[in-house]
């Protein structure tokens, strides 16, 4: 059984930083696409970032190019998202997920694509 499990949130004042991990399990991930979303509360869940299975490709929401970077390390089979200058409107519950398809060509952001996601980790700005 695929298991994902997300860790590194926390409460950070506004531009801090913070980096969340994404272990995986049950699943060859380095094999598959990974991306990070989130969902605010009352609102609903959006995409953060995406890699490609070999790394070579990353995309981004606009609002956080620039500020936060997604790697990832196949032989720990683990996802990071790097995040930086932190602001307020970055507070929400981060889930990190594996899309379904092995060795797709490019970087996928619909939330539709990713078979397997995490419980969450919550991340907390405040101003």
């Known amino acids: 059984q695929v298991q994902l499990v997300e860790s590194g949130g926390g409460l950070v004042q506004a531009g801090g930083s913070l980096r969340l991990s994404c272990v995986a399990s049950g699943r060859t991930v380095s094999n598959y696409g990974m991306g990070w979303f989130r969902q605010a509360r009352g609102k609903e869940r959006e995409f953060v970032a995406a890699i490609s299975w070999s790394g070579d490709s990353t995309y981004y929401k606009d609002s956080v190019k620039g500020r936060f970077t997604i790697s990832r390390d196949n032989a720990k089979s683990t996802v990071y998202l790097q995040m930086n200058s932190l602001k307020p409107e970055d507070t929400a519950r981060y889930y990190c997920?594996?899309?379904?398809?092995?060795?797709?060509?490019?970087?996928?952001?619909?939330?539709?694509?990713?078979?397997?996601w995490g419980q969450g980790t919550q991340v907390t700005v405040s101003s």
């Open positions: 997920a594996s899309e379904g398809t092995v060795h797709r060509s490019i970087v996928v952001t619909a939330a539709g694509f990713y078979d397997y």
